[in-house]
């Protein structure tokens, strides 16, 4: 059974930090692209940070509201992929899911072109705010 579970949540001031976790299972990860999407109140659910598989060379694509504040990496290892984000601003609020497909390019992926991800984690609520 495939899962992704998100964690790392929570309340945090204006640039403050926090670091997400997403646990995946249920499948080889290692040869999946995995991405952290975020869908604030009243807005469409877009993409933050990808990674590309191992097998592809874990190549990142970041958003550019992210850019440089953000960063995505992954640990084979523990079966997990991680979003530290630092000098959160008020508008990253929202909820944040990771999620997984066997695509071929983090750009496309996260720039939500063509069909959405395959597999998604239930979210982790995300709020800046003072």
């Known amino acids: 059974q495939v899962q992704l579970v998100e964690s790392g949540g929570g309340l945090v001031q204006p640039g403050g930090s926090l670091r997400l976790s997403c646990a995946v299972s249920?499948?080889?990860?290692?040869?999946?692209?995995i991405g952290w999407f975020r869908q604030a109140p009243g807005k469409e659910r877009e993409g933050v940070s990808c990674?590309?598989?191992?097998?592809?060379?874990?190549?990142?694509y970041d958003a550019d509201s992210v850019k440089g504040r953000f960063s995505i990496s992954r640990d084979i290892e523990k079966n997990s992929v991680y979003l530290q984000m630092n000098n959160l601003k008020p508008e990253d609020t929202g909820v944040y899911y990771c999620?997984?497909?066997?695509?071929?390019?983090?750009?496309?992926?996260?720039?939500?072109?063509?069909?959405?991800?395959?597999?998604w984690g239930q979210g982790t609520q995300v709020t800046v705010s003072s």
């Open positions: 999620a997984a497909d066997r695509v071929t390019d983090v750009r496309s992926m996260c720039e939500m072109i063509g069909p959405e991800p395959d597999y």
């Open positions: 249920g499948f080889n990860y290692e040869y999946y692209y």
């Open positions: 990674i590309s598989s191992k097998r592809d060379g874990s190549g990142k």
